[in-house]
């Protein structure tokens, strides 16, 4: 049983598409996507490519999907970065794409794993590679699997905490620190963190080439991925 865990696509659709191809290849058994689908600067090529996948994929949502679809429908706004954003993919996606980011469930549980996008309590909190062991024991203790896969923060690992086996996917679209994008393959008990090489200065180039808004910071992103921290 090999299944694909892609978690933070963030509307990259350069870095999906080479993600794509290699899953493709490897002739996965299951592929889960770990929410924050869309928020970034090609919401409508990424989501057209998932939106055609929702039979066939298991998705998680993302604190972003929550929160461009309650931007959506309550119909507020907001001037700083991330409400405009949210209003960029907004615009650019249909009812039926909006409306499915908002009835995506929290989590996906698969034997003794738990896929979440934050943590098992939370889609906006971090998991992160130096969050101290107690802090993750709260998050985990009322999660009766043993084996807990996030993403959110960004940045691949896999930790042991008490009990609970903590593995991070990374971000497929905006990985901090990685040469490429980043996801998860499942291969029975084996945990591999992978790495998927793609032109990212052709994929910098598409973005610049969008009316996106803060499109040169996603191209800036994509080309040098910064050090966000732990
Ligand atoms: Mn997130």
Redesign the pocket.
Known sequence: MRIAAIY?IHGNNDALEAVVEEIDKLGVDKVVVG??LA?GPQPRQVMDKLYAKKEDWLFIR???DREIFEQYRDATSSDDMVGKLNQWCIDQLTIEQLQWLGSLPFSYTENNRLFV??SPRS??ESIRVDTWDKDVMEMVKNTPQSIVIC????RQFKRKIGRTQVINAGSVGLQSRANGACWLLIDSDEYKLQVTRYDVDQAARAILASSAPYKEDFAEHIRNPPDEGP
Do not use: A, F, L, Q
Request: charged share 20%.
């Open positions: 933070d929410g924050d928020w993302g604190n972003s996008h934050g889609d906006t993403g959110h923060t960004h």
